[in-house]
């Protein structure tokens, strides 16, 4: 429900992350989150994963801020899909198709579920890839000429640019290859092995023969 964050003097603060699907509030929703901020002295963070975060706050506060709140954590276990990140898609000029109803499909279906180890989807609606899709676990791209899927992307300690395993999909299909890609991993990595290493380990090809 919160994650300790900074220890000075002896003194723990810890720091909170509610649900916000794809990064879309509303503006009941962003009043609320600033109101109770200030009521708790807390700190706000606009996070890379489209969230927001509430941190500097005490940890006897913490399950009267989740009530006040009226939200759920966005995430419960760090081996999980942590976010399903995507751009404004179906508000912006340069899109190929609406991809925000792509990626509340998979937000809807894939969101906290159990993974060998930290996982993020990224979904875009056009091949400039706002949100960094190629450096997300699972990136689903739209194109004029279909959708794009890659996997094993990382920009964290151990950078990795994804692969593309597919391209011309329909939603349909894009959102089927990501089944098997979830269900092929779950099933065969190791405990704590990211996606990308996976991959690295039994080779691209072992792995686009698995799931293809």
Do not use: H
Not at 91 to 108: A, V
Not at 138 to 156: C, L, N, Y
Not at 159 to 183: C, F, M, S
Request: glycine letters at 10%; aromatic letters at 8%.
């Amino acid at each position: 429900m919160a994650n300790l964050q900074k220890i000075k003097n002896g003194k723990r603060t810890f720091a909170i992350t509610p649900d916000i699907p794809g990064g879309f509030v509303t503006p009941e929703q962003l009043v609320k989150i600033g109101e109770v901020t200030k009521k708790y002295n807390g700190a706000l963070k606009i996070t890379s994963g489209q969230r927001i975060l509430i941190t500097n706050l005490n940890m006897e506060d913490v399950p009267k801020i989740w009530e006040e709140l009226g939200m759920k954590p966005a995430v419960i276990n760090q081996n999980s899909i942590k976010n399903v990140e995507m751009c404004p898609a179906g508000f912006c000029k340069r899109s190929k198709f609406n991809t925000i109803g792509t990626g509340m499909k998979l937000y809807n279906k894939y969101q906290r579920m159990d993974m060998p180890c930290r996982t993020k989807i990224g979904v875009a609606g056009c091949k400039d890839a706002c949100g960094s899709v190629y450096c997300k676990d699972i990136g689903v791209v739209a194109d004029k000429t279909g959708f794009i899927v890659s996997v094993g992307g990382s920009g964290g300690y151990n950078q990795r640019l994804a692969d593309i395993i597919a391209e011309n999909l329909t939603e349909a299909q894009a959102l089927a290859l990501v089944d098997k890609i979830v269900e092929f991993y779950k099933a065969s990595a190791q405990p704590g092995e990211k996606l990308g290493f996976f991959i690295d380990r039994i080779g691209i090809e072992e792995f686009k023969t698995n799931v293809l």
